[in-house]
């Protein structure tokens, strides 16, 4: 990609996808669901006894979908892509769920985002109809009313909040990962999450800009109070997968937090924190859901301490995510949660000083969390293992890591280092799509501007109006 150059790239026409193109912004979303999907594939080695054939296509077909929703460029398109993965996560927690609740947590990941998304096809309809154009490149020349603003973005933003979640339409999300089977959770964490966030890019940061400003303390509010609730409730899991899912809810409240700051730092933070949250929550799920329930089958808390004295290599690499996923430095969480808070700080010192405690209490349920499951006394119940789904006779692989779960994490461990290291390799590409999103907002009344960023990426050179960019007179 040339990353000096605006708007999209490779842009093609086909069927049935429709017009699709990448930017800055979509290729990582892009690589992202390339990189995540191998490995939640593998994650399921020994689990998934029946049905292989179709588990693997289910996860094939939401690839597709997941990478066509980041490639689309029509917004109607985006909307069918945006539901469409619905129904092969329906089939995977239906039908390779843990428990008999996998039909219920089913049943409610598909109707809550269904449910919410119905307000947006309104909208995208009703845009549609008055514009008379779909495409991304012709809505954000468009200069809408604010009261057209108003009920489009109210209608966006309820479906993906819940998508996200957001506070209070998040009770789907842990119910899902805790009877997803251990693809499904990392598919969930990794790139399903990110879906809300694009779309806050792609559509209301983009071509609802001047509401999104007016009315940032009503998202701030609700980022924060998803945050600190997320924080708290988090300690009181007993669930190894309920815990790191709340975990994600917090983290993807101060994505928010950054992508409403209207700021390049805060901006392009919340995009790295949303890769990064794409590594290390997968990581996450694999040694709670997968390491761990592999060899005593339970995900129940109580049951597990001293970890360290029979799994020491699984010791060390689950310290090392649990500090990365509370923001250590060194790693692309690090590097994403201090620009986005960074951003968030200079849009409103209040807000960011809130946001910020999401840093120490993200400390406290990570350390929490390692200390009850790694450390403490040896548990009596290692040498009886909780056994309820397994055939009897079977063996349990009790002793640490084997080679194939070692190199399972190892790429999520060296990617999350690398671009922690090494961060421009990714802001070099995100500076002039990010800056197209900034918006300066008047006193008197709201107009969008773009930034225009020296090769240096130092200062601003100028300052010139959507208008003059594209020469409409």
């Not at 619905?86 to 947590?105: D, K, N, Q, T, Y």
């Not at 790191?244 to 409403?260: Q, R, T």
């Not at 690499?317 to 690090?334: C, E, K, R, W, Y």
């Not at 421009?424 to 907002?441: D, G």
Request: hydrophobic share 55%; aromatic share 18%.
């Amino acid at each position: 990609m040339n990353n000096n150059v605006g708007g999209y790239q490779f842009t093609e026409t086909l069927v049935p996808f429709g017009f699709i193109a990448i930017d800055g912004i979509s290729i990582y979303y892009v690589l992202l669901t390339a990189f995540i999907t191998p490995i939640a594939l593998l994650s399921n080695w020994n689990d998934i006894t029946f049905k292989l054939k179709y588990f693997v296509f289910s996860f094939l077909l939401l690839e597709t979908l997941q990478i066509a929703f980041f490639c689309v460029a029509d917004l109607f398109m985006f909307y069918v892509y945006f539901e469409s993965v619905l129904i092969p996560l329906f089939l995977i927690i239906g039908l390779w769920g843990a428990s008999e609740a996998r039909i219920r947590a089913a049943f409610l990941l598909f109707l809550y985002t269904l449910g919410g998304s119905l307000f947006m096809l309104l909208a995208i309809l009703w845009i549609i109809f008055n514009l008379g154009t779909a495409d991304f490149n012709y809505l954000s020349l468009f200069d809408l009313s604010i009261d057209a603003q108003g009920w489009a973005f109210f209608a966006f933003f309820l479906a993906f909040a819940i998508k996200s979640p957001m506070y209070p339409a998040h009770l789907w999300l842990f119910r899902a990962h805790a009877e997803a089977p251990l693809a499904g959770s990392i598919i969930l964490a990794a790139i399903i999450l990110k879906l809300a966030s694009y779309g806050f890019l792609r559509v209301l940061l983009n071509l609802l800009p001047e509401f999104c400003m007016h009315n940032m303390f009503i998202i701030h509010s609700i980022a924060l109070i998803t945050l600190i609730y997320s924080s708290l409730v988090v300690i009181r899991q007993i669930d190894l997968k309920a815990i790191v899912a709340y975990s994600s809810v917090s983290h993807v409240a101060v994505m928010i937090l950054g992508l409403f700051s209207n700021t390049l730092n805060g901006i392009e933070g919340s995009i790295l924190l949303s890769l990064a949250h794409g590594f290390v929550s997968p990581a996450m799920f694999i040694f709670v859901g997968g390491y761990t329930y592999s060899r005593y089958h339970t995900r129940i808390i109580n049951y597990y301490r001293g970890l360290a004295l029979t799994m020491p290599i699984f010791a060390t690499l689950f310290f090392v995510f649990t500090i990365f996923n509370a923001g250590a430095p060194l790693s692309l969480n690090f590097i994403g949660e201090f620009l986005a808070l960074t951003g968030t700080f200079q849009n409103s010192p209040v807000v960011g000083f809130l946001g910020a405690s999401g840093i120490f209490l993200s400390a406290v349920y990570s350390i929490w969390l390692f200390n009850r499951v790694v450390f403490l006394g040896y548990s009596p119940f290692f040498n009886q293992p909780i056994i309820t789904n397994i055939s009897p006779g079977t063996k349990l692989p009790l002793g640490d890591l084997d080679r194939r779960e070692f190199f399972l994490i190892l790429p999520l461990l060296f990617a999350t280092i690398a671009f922690g290291l090494w961060p421009n390799i990714i802001l070099e590409s995100l500076h002039y799509p990010v800056t197209q999103i900034l918006v300066n907002v008047d006193s008197s009344e709201f107009s969008r501007y773009i930034y225009f960023i020296t090769p240096e990426f130092n200062e601003f050179d100028g300052l010139a109006s959507t208008n003059e960019l594209f020469n409409i007179n």
